[in-house]
């Protein structure tokens, strides 16, 4: 049996949706296996989860390079190295310059924690308690050279309490990007995917919106 295809996974924290993706794969749910994890954060956990499950890890220090570009093209080099098919971002908190999203077109996919493009950037959670919105939930979407804009590939929903802080409304989203991180993968080794435009279409399925009510745990 040939190997499966390889994804690169980029953390800088704790690593809970390269978890999933990791679990996954070992279970057969995506087609693809883990070939390397860099973070930018030598103490991340995510490192940690990577070595117990034998994936070899890298740390890349974006303070040791004068520029963006230069940490983005060291980036690419160990990518490019790995033979990575797809590239995803899991909490990796660093901006990518042109440098690295043009090194992989189309292939770079991304987990924002808020229903975009609903409150990008670092506060998804606390903006959308603070905004007062009664439904949030977390977008998986190809990376494009604006911050959180790409293509929409999927988002889940849930719900907003009256009794919820950011944590609780953060790890009620964290159930479901654990969920639709692969599904996501899973779509791309499809091949079905087909951007037009802003729109992701999936050939020959319908699109169904993936609501919070369908898990249980939600
Ligand atoms: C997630 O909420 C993700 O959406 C955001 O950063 C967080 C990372 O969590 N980009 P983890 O490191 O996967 O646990």
Redesign the pocket.
Known sequence: MSEQPAIAVL????????QAILNASERGEIPCRVGIVISNKADAY?LVRAEKHGVPTEVVDHRGFPNREEFDAKLVEIIRGNGAELVC?????RVLTPVFVRAFPNRIL????ALLPSFPGTH?PGQALSYGVRFSG?TVHFLDEGVDTGPIIVQAVVPVYDEDTVETL?AR??VQ?HRIYPMAIRLFFSGKLKIEGRRVRVSGEPRIPEFFHRNPDA
């Open positions: 953390i800088s924290g704790s690593g809970s949706n390269l995510g971002l899991a909490g990796f908190m991304n987990i924002h924690p998804g977390c953060a989203i964290l990007e």
